[in-house]
């Protein structure tokens, strides 16, 4: 009998040591120095109280971030005031509500909610951090009330779905046209709705700066034609419009310039954005001497470029995420290495390169004869070998004389010596690598 009890407390003692212990996420605490938050069963988190909502950082998430892929409904209570930074950073939620004594929304606040497709901005709110949307891929449409007098930077940045940024009539600082987000006099464009199925679209004349990421991730876009009122234009302003095929600039506007779709500064000598939905070749301008920063960046159909000696200084991230990248450099490389490029370059520097680029191909040179003067037309200035050979009566060659000579745009004029003892002689025009750029002449003697 006293075996048998020894032996079941023995089973009991053991059942307890191994059995693990589960450490379960808060459910509930403190989020600002009067609000304290809960989260039920059914994925509600409650915050409640009065005051300002703590700010929260990338580095120190809000204490119910554990538990964010649990969280379907965010009910905010009245009497909180502000929404802190960074609150509900990638929160799985899909409802939000948001009371009237709500002032602010801080930084990154809804930011990576995948699924939040609709949210009311009560008309209480004066402030809109950075990326407070950012991410939001479910989001089609916001409405801005007439209390908004601050809207951050980023604040709808990579929202594929969205269509329609809305702004109240009666707001004294902001306005949107046909879904467009705008200052209140229309001369800043600020946003334009990534996910609107817009294929073509010309902005206003009103407008003199289009902000920096104003068209960042706008996939449907494939033409934006930009008035001569428009001065100024934001970083990253055509950043990941992989569709985009063109960006024409009105022909007087003063600061900016477009050949083929391209911007460029109203000079040619700054290469500011070649449209993410062109493909091909590209042969970059003679004029360029500075490709600005992400230029290139994202044009995964780009299959070459072809880039002049006046090149100097290649931006951050010119080329990101152009592969693979064939790039004909027109100089040597030694050339090339003392070129400025800055960082991220990496797709850059690991393309397949050729140095000492002509840029021209077989037949873009023609040459023609006449009574000792040989007339070569070329499509650019250009140095190449002029070479006479002259053979015998069975075609073997008996000598030839290379000549270096420098072509301009149009028809250049060489007087022509024939060498002496030929029967016959050959006029050839070759680039640096010895290949001909035209059909050679022969000439009887």
Known sequence: MNKRILSLLLVMVMTISFTPIISHAETSGTCGENLIWTLDDNGTLTISGTGAMKDYHYTENAPWYAERNNIKTINIQNGVTSIGNIAFYYCNVTNVTIPNSITSIGEGAFRNCYDLANITIPNSVTSIGDFVFGDCRSLTSINIPNSVKTIGDYVFDNCSSLTSITVAEDNNVYMSIDGILFNKSATE????????????????????????????????????????????????????????????????????????????????????????????????????KTISNHAFAWCTNLQSAEIPLSVTSIGKAAFYYCRPLTVYYEGSEEQWHSIGIATDNSDLNNATMYYNYSGLNFGDISMSYNNGTATINSPKAISVDFIIACYDINGVLIDFQKEDIELNVGDNFLPVEFLEDGNSTKLMIWDEKMCPLCDYKVIGL
């Open 189 to 288: 464009l600020i946003q334009f709705p990534p996910g609107r199925e817009s294929i073509d679209y010309i902005i206003p004349d009103t407008v003199t700066t289009i902000g920096e990421r104003a068209f960042y991730g706008c996939n449907s876009l494939t033409n934006v034609t930009i008035p001569n009122s428009v001065t100024s234009i934001g970083d990253f302003m055509f950043y990941y419009c992989r569709n985009l095929t063109a960006i024409n600039v009105a022909e007087d506007n003063e600061v900016y310039s477009s050949i083929n779709g391209v911007l460029f500064d109203k000079s040619v000598t700054t290469l500011i954005k070649y449209p993410g939905g062109k493909s091909g070749k590209y042969i970059i301008p003679s004029s360029v």
